[in-house]
């Protein structure tokens, strides 16, 4: 039987014991090109605050990057990892879990993944967005495919942002993919989270994979959640280790900061999850909201990204690809209300101390 690639030792570890995973955005200049410069600062930022992976080629990096007329999916994956190999080099710690974003039909999904793999990423995230009608037979051999030239990180993108539904069916049979090694759980639906979780617990390989949340609107909900079923014969458990989010694109240090809080948290069943962790969840979602500006149904999610990224030196302008992506009425206010309200969860000056280094 041909045997499918394999995360190393190393990098699985890091993976399964959980990280910070940003969603990488794009940095653009005036004109809407690639910032090389700003773009490799991004990437320096996120490992100085602690990321212990990244994705790159995901919705936050704008999908329009597939574009042949825009040409940026390799260019950009290329940057972030050499920009990670240099930090590799200066720093001695664990791999970064590198994931790149895989779309489309099989054809150009498997074309993507054989890119990513040659440029050294680890996992392919994948997404099932292209695929609105398929039943699961289709879905799981369109994901076997993909497979064969990456690892994979399943994607559950909620419908309202381009996603669909994925059945707890589904997820059993993507569980059995033998180079299966995570998902990132992102319906905004408790429902369906929990299809994803009951379907990794029931399986014969639940310890290979790790569950990550891209839930936005619940991400300390997530990470200090402990599912079980205590059932016969064998009682099993799960929790999510990580989170792979956009909302941690920005703000990443204190996103570091009180994800290794929950962990800590989470892992001592001994004592009740502090208060304190209950009210950072809704200051954390009501963050999210005026970042992703859910006031308009998401429309500004991007440019609120940049937005906050803008105001720390990081990006020069909040310029999209699309030209008609850009900041909804109000939603500039709402991001100057969360950082009014919420300044233990802004790293401004963290930025601000190392930010002439990650320009260089």
């Not at 990892?81 to 080099?89: C, K, L, S, V």
């Amino acid at each position: 039987m041909h045997k499918l690639p394999q995360l190393k030792k190393t990098v699985a570890e890091r993976l399964r014991g959980g990280a910070v995973i940003p969603a990488h955005p794009l940095a653009l200049n005036s004109r809407r090109k690639l910032d090389e410069r700003r773009q490799r600062a991004l990437t320096r930022y996120y490992l100085a605050a602690g990321a212990g992976g990244l994705a790159v080629g995901v919705h936050t990096t704008q999908f329009a990057i597939r574009d042949p007329r825009i040409g940026l999916f390799q260019p950009v994956l290329e940057l972030a990892a050499e920009t990670i190999d240099a930090f590799e080099r200066s720093v001695k710690q664990p791999p970064i879990v590198r994931i790149a974003g895989i779309c489309g039909q099989t054809r150009q999904a498997v074309r993507e993944a054989q890119i990513a793999a040659d440029l050294g990423y680890h996992l392919g995230l994948l997404g099932f967005a292209a695929f609105p009608g398929a039943d699961t037979q289709s879905l799981t051999a369109h994901a076997r495919a993909v497979a064969e030239a990456i690892p994979l990180m399943g994607f559950y993108l909620q419908p309202s942002v381009g996603g669909r539904v994925l059945p707890y069916e589904f997820w059993r049979e993507f569980t059995a993919i033998e180079n299966a090694a995570a998902v990132k759980i992102a319906p905004f639906d408790r429902y369906r989270t929990l299809d994803v979780v009951r379907a990794v617990m029931e399986s014969d390989r639940r310890e290979q994979i790790a569950l990550y949340t891209g839930n936005d609107d619940h991400i300390v909900g997530d990470l200090l959640a402990a599912y079980e079923m205590p059932g016969k014969p064998q009682p099993r458990s799960a929790r999510f280790v990580g989170g792979l989010l956009g909302h941690w694109a920005v703000w990443t240090r204190c996103a570091y900061d009180y994800w290794r809080e929950c962990r800590r948290a989470a892992s001592d069943r001994r004592l009740p999850i502090p208060e304190s962790l209950l009210a950072l969840a809704n200051q954390v979602t009501d963050a999210n909201a005026a970042f992703f500006d859910v006031r308009n149904d998401f429309a500004g999610c991007i440019p609120g990204i940049h937005e906050v990224l803008r105001r720390q030196g990081l990006l020069e302008g909040v310029w999209c690809l699309d030209e008609n992506e850009v900041l909804s009425a109000g939603q500039s206010d709402e991001i100057d209300r969360v950082h009014a309200a919420y300044p233990h969860l802004d790293d401004t000056l963290f930025v601000a101390e190392h930010l002439d280094e990650w320009l260089r």
